[in-house]
C-alpha cells in the first residue's frame, strides 16, 4: 500500500510540475509578447521628449539623454500660428468623434437586433455580405465613398467627415453575436404583453447590451478620433486635430520630435476610454465567435 502511495505521489508531483513549466512558459511568452507590443508606444513617448540633437544620432539609442518638452511646445506654437485657433480644431474632432460614436452605436444596434431577431428573405445573404465586409479596409471604397460625397455635394462639409464611418460592419458583427443571447422567449413574452419591436430593441434587448455597446464605443471612438479630412475638406474652419496635427509634424527629420509629441497627444484620447471601458471587451469578444 505504501509502495503504490508512493508512486500515485511520485506521478502527481509530475504532473503538478509540468503545470507549474507550461505556467511559467505562458508567462513568459506573454511577457514578451506584451514588450514587443508595448515597445512602439515607449519609444514613441522617448522619441517626443528628445531634443532636437539626440535625433541625429545613429545608432538611434532607446533612451535619452536630456529629457525635454520643446516638442510639445513647438507643436502647440506651429498649431497656433494657423489662421484658425486650436480651440476649434479640438472642437472638430469632439464633435465628428462624438457624432460618429452615437450615430454608430444607434445604427449598429438596430440593425443588430433585425439580423439577430427578425427572420426574413434574405437576411442570411445580409449575414454573409456582413461577414465578407470584414475583409475590406476603407482604403478599398475610397474612390467610390468620395464619388458618393461629390454627387451629394458634401464635399468641404462636415457631414463628409461624419456619415461614411456611421456604417461599420464590424460594430454591427459584434453587436449582432452578442444580441443573439438573448433568448427568443424574452422577446416572444414581450410581444404578447403588447410591445412593438422598437420598444423591445431599445427598452428590454439593449439594456443587457452593455458589454457589447461599451466595445463598440471603444472601436467607434478609437476610428473617429483618428479621422483625417484628406481630400474630403479643404476648409481650414473645418478640419480635424489629427490633419491639423499632421500637417505641422511633416518637416522632415528635424520634426520628428514634434511628430512624436502630436502622436503622444492623440493617443491619450482613446487610451483613457479604453481604460474605463476594457472590462466589457473580454466577454463581448467571446460570444462573438460563438456560430448560429
Known amino acids: 500500500m505504501a509502495q503504490v502511495n508512493t508512486v500515485k505521489m511520485k506521478a502527481s508531483n509530475r504532473r503538478a510540475g509540468r503545470k507549474i513549466g507550461g505556467t511559467v512558459a505562458i508567462f513568459v511568452f506573454l511577457l514578451i509578447l506584451g514588450i514587443f507590443m508595448a515597445l512602439p508606444i515607449y519609444l514613441t513617448v522617448v522619441m517626443s521628449i528628445k531634443p532636437v540633437e539626440e535625433l541625429f544620432i545613429f545608432p538611434p539609442k532607446l533612451y535619452t539623454l536630456r529629457p525635454t518638452t520643446e516638442n510639445y511646445s513647438d507643436m502647440f506654437e506651429s498649431l497656433r500660428q494657423n489662421r484658425v485657433p486650436f ?112 420598444r423591445i430593441c431599445w427598452q428590454i434587448v439593449m439594456p443587457n447590451q452593455k458589454p457589447a455597446l461599451m466595445t463598440l464605443i471603444i472601436f ?55 481604460m474605463l471601458a476594457q472590462r466589457h471587451v473580454i466577454a463581448t469578444m467571446a460570444h462573438s465567435g460563438i456560430k448560429e
Not at 167 to 177: E, I
Not at 244 to 261: F, K, P
Request: contains cysteine; positive net charge.
Open 87 to 198: 480651440s476649434r480644431y479640438v472642437f472638430n474632432s469632439i464633435s465628428v468623434t462624438l457624432s460618429v460614436t452615437l450615430l454608430q452605436c444607434v445604427f449598429a444596434s438596430m440593425a443588430a437586433f433585425v439580423l439577430a431577431k427578425c427572420k426574413f428573405p434574405g437576411s442570411r445573404l445580409i449575414n454573409s455580405i456582413i461577414v465578407i465586409s470584414l475583409l475590406y479596409q476603407s482604403n478599398v471604397i475610397y474612390i467610390m465613398q468620395y464619388i458618393v460625397m461629390a454627387r451629394m455635394h458634401l464635399i468641404d462639409n462636415p457631414l463628409a467627415l461624419i456619415l461614411p464611418s456611421v456604417a461599420s460592419p464590424m460594430g454591427l458583427f459584434l453587436m449582432r453575436q452578442s444580441i443573439m443571447q438573448v433568448p427568443d422567449a424574452m422577446i416572444e413574452a414581450a410581444k404578447v404583453d403588447g410591445a412593438g419591436l422598437f
Open 220 to 274: 467607434a471612438f478609437q476610428a473617429a478620433w483618428n479621422i483625417q479630412a484628406g481630400s474630403l475638406i479643404f476648409q481650414e474652419q473645418y478640419k480635424t486635430l489629427p490633419t491639423v496635427v499632421t500637417q505641422a509634424a511633416a518637416s522632415g527629420m528635424a520634426r520628428a520630435g514634434v511628430a512624436m509629441a502630436a502622436a503622444v497627444f492623440m493617443l491619450i484620447p482613446p487610451v483613457i476610454v479604453f
